[in-house]
């Protein structure tokens, strides 16, 4: 028999025995469906895909399509599913469509833009640009060197401040001179012709760009010359040629040495054989040798006087002298007239004077009285420049000699 500690203590673990726990009832069930609901599942799921894969089949072998009926309208019974006969188009092109299909990012994972390359080509292609930049800015720089060796601005405000009444001569043969003297290699000299009336300044200008380019580069690499005085009528054309063919390859090879340009200065060409002007024509050709086409030539005459005096005679009554139109015909006509003389001047490039204004000639007479040392007040210079003879057309007198008599009559006031 048992004592009642023992009853107490075997009447629970008999229950427990015999009255199992629900919890582990749910698990061992679960072990034993679990599998059954994921078969069923995987079956109903396949068997969806099968009723759809036929619908496809047959909508694509059977329904027309000009009647233009949905593939998924037929009501037919469904075939049994084997694995034959399934077209190899349908499958390719749902692997194309699958393929096709876009790409599902993660929520918690970051999207990033795809990196743009730069190409390699631009960085050259930009420090091509730097090195075509700095080839320009060179270029520039060297051309401005050569201006300033020749001291052209200098040149420009001498001229205007002792030239009367040429403006736009000086303007114009401003520009000849910076645009050939800017680089140092050309393919045919420079010819300058200077032409106009007696006393309108074409003489002194030729003196002022003698005086100015000795000063500038030297004595040696410019050649003044006076027609009537090196070359008179009593010496033999040959003779003139051989002395001016010496100068000149000596100017020519010397400044070609100190890479410099020389400045030939032709006075009184109007009295200058024609011979001795073919002779002169030679070196203004181009098929010569380098050193014979890095020069400056100025030839100064009264060629064209004629024409000068009854263009502007003939345009006096307007401003028509100072417009580009008018400018060009009178180049025509200066041009015309030079050939006609000698075809020397087809290879010049003419710059007209024209004829000078009363006011022109009282500014003459007050520069020479002032270099002489007398102190005139303007009444005395109108007096004086009234003794002159004038052309009076429409309301303007223009001086028949220019300045060319200011200076004999400065000399009789001593």
């Given at each position: 028999?048992?004592?009642?500690?023992?009853?107490?203590?075997?009447?629970?673990?008999?229950?427990?025995?015999?009255?199992?726990?629900?919890?582990?009832?749910?698990?061992?069930?679960?072990?034993?469906?679990?599998?059954?609901?994921?078969?069923?599942?995987?079956?109903?799921?396949?068997?969806?895909?099968?009723?759809?894969?036929?619908?496809?089949?047959?909508?694509?072998?059977?329904?027309?399509?000009?009647?233009?009926?949905?593939?998924?309208?037929?009501?037919?019974?469904?075939?049994?599913?084997?694995?034959?006969?399934?077209?190899?188009?349908?499958?390719?092109?749902?692997?194309?469509?699958?393929?096709?299909?876009?790409?599902?990012?993660?929520?918690?994972?970051?999207?990033?833009?795809?990196?743009?390359?730069?190409?390699?080509?631009?960085?050259?292609?930009?420090?091509?640009?730097?090195?075509?930049?700095?080839?320009?800015?060179?270029?520039?720089?060297?051309?401005d060197d050569n201006v300033l060796k020749y001291d052209l601005e200098g040149l420009e405000k001498t001229l205007r401040r002792e030239v009367f009444g040429q403006t736009a001569a000086i303007e114009h043969l401003m520009d000849l001179l910076e645009d050939y003297l800017a680089t140092h290699n050309h393919n045919k000299p420079l010819v300058l012709s200077l032409n106009g009336p007696s006393g309108v300044g074409k003489s002194h200008v030729g003196r002022l760009l003698a005086k100015h380019f000795r000063s500038v580069m030297n004595e040696k690499h410019v050649l003044q010359y006076f027609v009537l005085h090196q070359c008179p009528e009593e010496v033999e054309t040959r003779s003139c040629e051989q002395e001016l063919a010496k100068s000149v390859s000596n100017l020519v090879n010397r400044a070609e040495e100190e890479e410099k340009i020389p400045v030939f200065i032709f006075?009184?060409?109007?009295?200058?054989?024609?011979?001795?002007?073919?002779?002169?024509?030679?070196?203004?050709?181009?098929?010569?040798?380098?050193?014979?086409?890095?020069?400056?030539?100025?030839?100064?005459?009264?060629?064209?006087?004629?024409?000068?005096?009854?263009?502007?005679?003939?345009?006096?009554?307007?401003?028509?002298?100072?417009?580009?139109?008018?400018?060009?015909?009178?180049?025509?006509?200066?041009?015309?007239?030079?050939?006609?003389?000698?075809?020397?001047?087809?290879?010049?490039?003419?710059?007209?004077?024209?004829?000078?204004?009363?006011?022109?000639?009282?500014?003459?007479?007050?520069?020479?009285?002032?270099?002489?040392?007398?102190?005139?007040?303007?009444?005395?210079?109108?007096?004086?420049?009234?003794?002159?003879?004038?052309?009076?057309?429409?309301?303007?007198?223009?001086?028949?000699?220019?300045?060319?008599?200011?200076?004999?009559?400065?000399?009789?006031?001593?």
């Open positions: 028999m048992l004592s009642p500690d023992l009853e107490l203590a075997k009447q629970p673990m008999e229950r427990a025995v015999s009255c199992p726990d629900p919890a582990n009832v749910r698990q061992r069930i679960s072990l034993v469906t679990s599998p059954l609901r994921a078969a069923f599942r995987i079956r109903r799921k396949y068997n969806v895909l099968k009723q759809k894969r036929l619908l496809l089949e047959k909508s694509e072998h059977t329904a027309p399509q000009s009647l233009g009926l949905s593939r998924f309208h037929s009501r037919e019974p469904l075939d049994v599913f084997t694995f034959d006969g399934a077209p190899k188009g349908t499958l390719r092109k749902r692997r194309l469509k699958r393929g096709k299909c876009k790409v599902l990012y993660p929520n918690g994972s970051k999207r990033y833009l795809p990196e743009e390359k730069q190409s390699k080509a631009k960085n050259c292609l930009f420090l091509l640009s730097i090195i075509v930049c700095f080839q320009i800015y060179n270029a520039i720089e060297n051309l006075d009184e060409m109007e009295h200058m054989r024609p011979a001795l002007l073919d002779f002169l024509g030679t070196y203004f050709r181009t098929n010569q040798t380098n050193e014979f086409l890095n020069a400056v030539y100025v030839l100064i005459s009264s060629v064209g006087q004629a024409e000068v005096t009854k263009f502007v005679l003939q345009n006096a009554s307007s401003d028509a002298l100072y417009h580009a139109n008018t400018a060009q015909e009178l180049l025509l006509l200066m041009r015309w007239a030079l050939t006609e003389h000698h075809p020397l001047w087809k290879h010049a490039d003419i710059v007209p004077f024209t004829l000078l204004e009363k006011s022109h000639i009282v500014n003459c007479f007050l520069e020479e009285m002032m270099r002489e040392g007398f102190y005139p007040d303007t009444g005395y210079l109108e007096e004086l420049a009234r003794e002159l003879n004038y052309y009076s057309v429409a309301g303007r007198q223009y001086s028949v000699h220019g300045c060319k008599q200011v200076v004999s009559m400065v000399n009789l006031l001593h």
